[in-house]
């Protein structure tokens, strides 16, 4: 039992009744129907931390505490009593169990195993809608609490540090943080055991294994973010990349049946799990963080029987073998019958401090009817010299005050379409700085100050400017593809109609029919998002290319 009993944090937290409702007879009836009774003595300990077989289960009689077992003091996170379940998010994805369950007093309740409680969350809402919920909701306040199974020893000041922290966010892993630079005594600590600067951030995971500046795909192996991969299975699709393209693509492949496997190499939300709010997302009038709508996703996905790995990179597609095969380690590739390549781009950015601070606080890499929107009668910053830099300097210019267009080299690019640069150079509201760059950006929650140099005389030129558009282009994911695909002039995979004639013979298309939307050169191989030449750059469109391709998987599958 507790040697200390902390308060209830979670019990004392707003909306209980939301984080362990109590179901109604008919609803433990269903459940019932689903499962078996079983009973525990006081002291039982149902779920241990570190399980990977987590049960459900629904107290009829006695009661079950939730603790956080540690070596001196247990904090007690939560008691179930008749009526209520226990459980969090992980019941759902399959990771290993954060807290233990213990009975606190003999009693009875039904319980249900993995498969049993997707079953019954596939096939009833209400339950489906209650459970996701307060799972969720505990998550949400695991994380608040930072009551998980890591703590992260690191500085605010060391890149690492801001890795590993971005990589247990985005992954909605719950952790408890020690900053170095204020604790002395833990930093004296580390010392003795010959803990240096490049050891750091150093990740104490499970309360048993140190890492010490780890990769991201340590910290999921050891916190046991994948189950294993099956290599022996063919899957019906397999998805590369868990942006809001591939995560749709999941949701609706596995919602519809379909055998699906996501792979992803960092955490789900791709760059939309960056944004801090999304406000132009249909049916989020005010606004949704990127990284609720990826958790909020990925777990929709794994309710449907997705399975989602991450931490772990496509390096090759063997595009050269029926069915195709994704490369993963020297040791593992997933075969499959389809393909969705959802690897999404990632933006060109120039070296500022504080960037990533900004985005979406006064840093844009659009100009869209929205952000026009924001800096009407302002003054704005537009970044680059190409096609895109020009386009959204004289549509900005539109309704700002003045856009200042920096470009490093000595003129605009000689790829820039001759009629972008006319109308740039007799746009009296546009002011072309040319061998300039921007060394720093101010402001306290948004940007307030831009101070650029001029790297011909030295000179820095500071202004009060709330608005900067990076134009600077983007990469896209598809360099693990060599050369499988047919690309565009910029790299991006060009698909359906976009695919000519010259495109479909050098890549021998070997089907009489032409390549469905969304396909590539490739049969049965779809791109969708931000990684498809044409995009839109919008999650929503990303979203709708996503569930639009399983319809063309289901055609491809059935042929
Ligand atoms: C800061 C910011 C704010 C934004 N705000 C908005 C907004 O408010 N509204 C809006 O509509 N759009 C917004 N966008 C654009 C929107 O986020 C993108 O259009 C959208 O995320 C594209 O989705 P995607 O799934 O195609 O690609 P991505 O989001 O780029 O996701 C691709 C995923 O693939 C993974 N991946 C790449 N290579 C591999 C590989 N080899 N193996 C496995 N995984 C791989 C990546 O890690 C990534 O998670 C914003 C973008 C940014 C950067």
Not at 112 to 121: G, I, K, P, R, S
Request: hydrophobic share 45%; proline share 4%; net charge neutral.
């Amino acid at each position: 039992m507790s040697d200390t009993t902390i308060p209830l944090p979670l019990t004392l937290a707003s909306g209980v009744e939301r984080l362990f409702p109590t179901l109604t007879p008919a609803q433990i009836e269903r459940i019932a129907a689903r499962g078996r009774v079983c009973s525990f003595r006081p002291g039982e300990v149902l779920i241990e931390v570190g399980a990977r077989v987590v049960p459900f289960f629904v107290v009829l009689r006695g009661r079950i505490e939730v603790v956080r077992p540690a070596a001196r003091n247990e904090t007690l996170v939560a008691i179930h009593g008749p009526g209520q379940f226990t459980g969090e998010v992980n019941m759902l994805s399959g990771r290993p169990a954060l807290l233990r369950s213990r009975a606190s007093e003999a009693g009875e309740a039904i319980e249900l195993d993995h498969e049993q409680l997707l079953t019954l969350v596939q096939t009833d809402s209400e339950l489906s809608e209650l459970f996701m919920r307060a799972f969720i909701l505990r998550r949400v306040e695991l994380i608040a609490h930072g009551l998980g199974d890591v703590v992260l020893l690191g500085s605010n000041h060391c890149s690492g540090t801001l890795r590993v922290k971005e990589f247990l966010t985005r992954n909605g892993h719950p952790y408890s943080y020690i900053d170095l630079d204020r604790d002395t005594d833990v930093q004296d600590l580390l010392d003795r055991f010959q803990v240096t600067a490049s050891d750091v951030p150093v990740l104490i995971c499970r309360g048993e294994v140190v890492l010490r500046n780890p990769t991201n795909q340590q910290i999921a192996i050891c916190l046991g973010f994948n189950e294993v991969i099956d290599g022996s299975q063919i899957r019906d699709v397999v998805i590369v990349g868990a942006g809001p393209a591939g995560l749709a693509a999941a949701v609706y492949g596995a919602s519809e049946g379909l055998d699906v496997l996501v792979l992803e190499t960092n955490a789900p939300g791709g760059q939309a799990g960056s944004s801090s709010k999304i406000e132009n997302y249909l049916g989020f009038p005010t606004g949704i963080s990127g990284q609720a709508l990826a958790g909020r996703a990925y777990t929709q996905a794994q309710k449907f029987g997705a399975q989602v790995i991450i931490a772990k990179r496509a390096q090759r597609l063997a595009c050269e073998r029926q069915p195709y095969a994704v490369e993963v380690d020297v040791s593992v590739s997933v075969a499959a019958r389809t393909i969705i390549i959802a690897t999404g781009a990632s933006y060109r950015k120039p070296a500022i401090e504080n960037l990533a601070f900004y985005e979406n606080a006064g840093v844009y890499y659009g100009a869209t009817f929205m952000e026009a929107l924001l800096c009407r009668g302002e003054e704005v910053v537009v970044v680059g010299g190409g096609n895109s830099a020009g386009q959204a300097a004289i549509y900005l210019a539109q309704t700002a005050k003045r856009v200042y267009m920096l470009v490093r080299s000595s003129g605009l690019a000689e790829s820039m379409s001759r009629y972008l640069v006319r109308r740039i150079e007799s746009n009296p509201a546009i002011v072309l700085r040319t061998n300039t760059e921007i060394v720093n950006l101010e402001g306290s929650n948004h940007v307030e100050r831009v101070r650029w140099r001029d790297h011909r005389s030295g000179a820095v030129d500071t202004r009060d400017i709330r608005h900067v558009f990076l134009m600077t282009g983007a990469v896209p994911g598809t360099q693990w593809l060599d050369g499988c695909v047919a690309l565009d002039a910029n790299g991006f995979i060009k698909t359906g109609l976009d695919l000519s004639q010259d495109d479909l013979a050098a890549a021998h298309w070997p089907l009489a029919r032409s390549p469905y939307l969304l396909e590539t050169s490739l049969p049965g191989v779809f791109a969708v998002g931000d990684v498809r030449g044409g995009n839109i750059k919008r999650v929503a469109s990303a979203v709708g290319e996503g569930s639009i391709a399983i319809s063309f998987v289901h055609r491809v599958l059935s042929a």
